[in-house]
């Protein structure tokens, strides 16, 4: 959907690395570049990890997305597996998205794709990773890669500001249902969002926003305890 943030996930082949070294990531991030430009995706966030990615973007486009990746694929494994002396797939299949709730979630998933090095033992503190847009956002360094969100921009007036209000977002700890909120979200496809958010999302597309329950569905077991209820009521004994 266009105009609306999304978490993307992409994983190697049977878990296997994507980033072999350091140049690895800089033509992976070369490229992300230009297909995002390309596709007219806006890229808010991202984290490389050695076999897999995370990204938060905002496609101009419903298609945009699909295209950035395709586009992005087709360009890094042909220059990985020449580089590595390597042939065949380099992805684990199609990548995963999950249409976020900005206003709830927005701000939150930029902490959780911040934070994967920290969870993975790589480095004790986000500023430790070379390989986020976490720097970006803390003063460190500006990264071409980035558009930064409305909702960033409200963290202050000034530059300063800002950077000093998203290091503060990273004093408490990201709450593990939060977490697994966002993890469920982006692997099974769903949208995460409050409930209003999902019912004016739902008015807005048929495809389902949420797993259905395994078992009868609520109006066919209505409709059958309707008729035996209307078999009892007529039955003279």
């Known amino acids: 959907m266009g105009g609306q943030a999304h978490h993307v996930i992409q994983r190697g082949h049977n878990r296997q690395p994507v980033f072999l070294e350091d140049q690895d990531r ?45 586009a992005q694929g087709r360009r890094y494994v042909a220059w990985f597996n020449q580089r590595h002396g390597r042939s065949g797939t380099l992805w684990e299949g199609r990548f995963r998205t999950s249409l976020i709730d900005s206003e709830r979630y927005f701000m939150t ?46 963290l202050g007036n000034t530059p300063f500001e800002r950077d000093a209000a998203y290091k503060a977002l990273f004093d408490a700890e990201l709450g593990a249902a939060e977490q697994r909120s966002l993890t469920d979200a982006v692997l099974k496809g ?26 009868r569905p609520p109006v066919a077991a209505s409709k059958q305890r309707d008729a035996s209820q209307i078999e009892n009521d007529s039955d003279p004994n």
């Not at 959780?112 to 480095?123: E, H, K, Q, S, W």
């Not at 019912?199 to 389902?208: D, F, I």
Request: glycine share 6%.
């Open 109 to 154: 998933c930029m902490r959780y794709i911040d934070l994967n090095p920290v969870r993975a033992g790589l480095v004790a503190q986000c500023l430790d990773f070379a390989w986020s847009s976490h720097g970006h956002y803390t003063g460190q360094r500006s990264d071409p890669i980035i558009t930064e969100h409305p909702l960033f921009w409200a």
């Open 26 to 70: 800089r033509k992976y991030l070369e490229f992300l570049r230009e297909v995002s430009a390309n596709c007219r995706v806006a890229v808010h966030a991202y984290v490389l990890m050695d076999n897999h990615v995370h990204l938060l973007v905002t496609p101009d486009e419903a298609d945009g997305i699909s295209r950035m990746m395709q």
């Open 190 to 215: 769903w949208p995460l969002g409050s409930a209003g958010f999902l019912a004016q999302l739902a008015r807005q597309t048929s495809r389902p926003l949420q797993a259905r329950k395994r078992g």
